[in-house]
């Protein structure tokens, strides 16, 4: 069965400092790679898939992620990050030929000026 | 478009009492899944539905709970008997068939149970 771990429950940081969330999976066959991204108050988000191809994925408020198939991670980075990055960062993955996603537990990410 | 909606937003129910939860996927998006987010399990799995069928449904956690979707749209998950350990916010989520991987989320219904 596969699994996700993400090793950092909570991540401070200053606003305009880098940050990396962890995500490491295991499974024994292929995989489909996800961060999602749960704002307060809000439902949970798509922020960047890695389906096939390059390695390294980008969304469109500047976060990236990079699967390493060696290290069976799919760490979540940003090199400059604003208060409004303040959520909750779940890692997610999808076996092929199965439906469900498999979540991590989260990494808490606080933002603070 | 309009989301992935869900109903009630909040649900407080007496242990033993049976609750119905309500989907409403994206129109047009014929797979719709169910999850729970718990304090004690994080983000779980609980059924999967393509069309009114269900294919999977290995991630519920027991007979009490089970779930039905009608005309290929609205999905019920039915929690009969609750427990305590029942208390969760339970997600759901739709996706187009031809792009299963993208699944759009609703807000949750929060349920607890006293």
């Known amino acids: 069965a596969q699994s996700v771990t993400q090793l950092d429950s909570q991540v401070p940081v200053f606003e305009e400092a880098p940050v990396e969330l962890r995500c490491n999976y295991s499974s024994s066959v292929s995989v489909y790679l996800f961060w999602y991204v749960q704002y307060p108050n809000q439902g949970l988000q798509l922020l960047l898939k890695y389906l096939s191809g390059s390695t390294l994925v980008e969304s469109i408020n500047g976060f990236e992620a990079e699967f390493n198939k060696s290290q069976t991670s799919f760490h979540l980075r940003k090199p400059s990050v604003h208060i409004s990055d303040t959520a909750e960062y779940f890692c997610?993955?999808?076996?092929?030929?199965?439906?469900?996603?498999?979540f991590g537990s989260g990494t808490r990410l606080q933002v603070q000026p | 478009g309009a989301g992935v909606s869900q109903s009630p937003s909040n649900k407080v129910t007496e242990k033993g009492k049976d609750v119905e939860l309500r989907c409403d996927p994206i129109?047009?998006?014929?797979?719709l899944y169910w999850y729970r987010q718990s304090l004690g399990q994080g983000l779980e799995f609980l059924i999967y539905?393509?069309?009114?069928?269900?294919?999977?449904k290995s991630g519920l956690p027991s007979d009490r709970f089970s779930a039905e979707r009608t005309g290929g749209s609205v999905s019920t998950l039915t929690i009969q008997r609750t427990q305590q350990e029942d208390s969760a916010v339970y997600l759901c989520?739709?996706?187009?068939?031809?792009?299963?991987?993208?699944?759009?989320f609703g807000p949750g219904t929060r349920l607890t149970v006293t």
């Open positions: 539905f393509q069309g009114n069928s269900a294919p999977d």
């Open positions: 989520a739709s996706s187009l068939a031809a792009i299963e991987y993208e699944q759009y």
């Open positions: 129109s047009g998006h014929t797979a």
């Open positions: 997610a993955v999808r076996i092929t030929g199965r439906r469900a996603l498999t």
